[in-house]
Nanobody, 124 residues
């Protein structure tokens, strides 16, 4: 099973920014892409954005386009790190954010091996 570690969540005010990161061990990496999901209270988990590791091709959910940016660093030999820059945050962005390693082939297929997640709270 892929080992994932999310970090960077916190409490911010509306309009502010936050950066998240996720480290995946290459030793257990099994896929061609990584993705961020969010799970808001009372709602189903939603795909936020995905990125293909080799090409860097990205895909975003409509509700974050223009506000969130996904990126990755795959230069290291032992770990792949994925980032999510969250700008212009809104209260409705409040959720636990999870990273995932999966496969992108027309759409993103998650591995569903969720980690602990990191809490993002947007509130004034």
């Amino acid at each position: 099973q892929v080992r994932l570690m999310e970090s960077g969540g916190g409490l911010v005010q509306p309009g502010e920014s936050l950066g998240l990161s996720c480290a995946a061990s290459r030793r257990t990496f099994n896929g061609n892409s990584m993705a961020w999901y969010l799970h808001a209270p009372g709602k189903q988990r939603e795909l936020v954005a995905s990125i293909m590791i080799d090409s860097g091709i990205t895909n975003y959910a409509d509700f974050v386009k223009g506000r969130f940016t996904i990126s990755r660093d795959h230069a290291k030999t032992t770990v792949i790190t994925m980032y999510l820059q969250l700008n212009s945050l809104k209260p409705e962005d409040t959720a636990v954010y999870y990273c995932d390693v999966g496969v992108y082939s027309g759409r993103y297929y998650p591995s569903v091996g969720w980690g602990q997640g990191t809490q993002v709270t947007v509130s004034s």
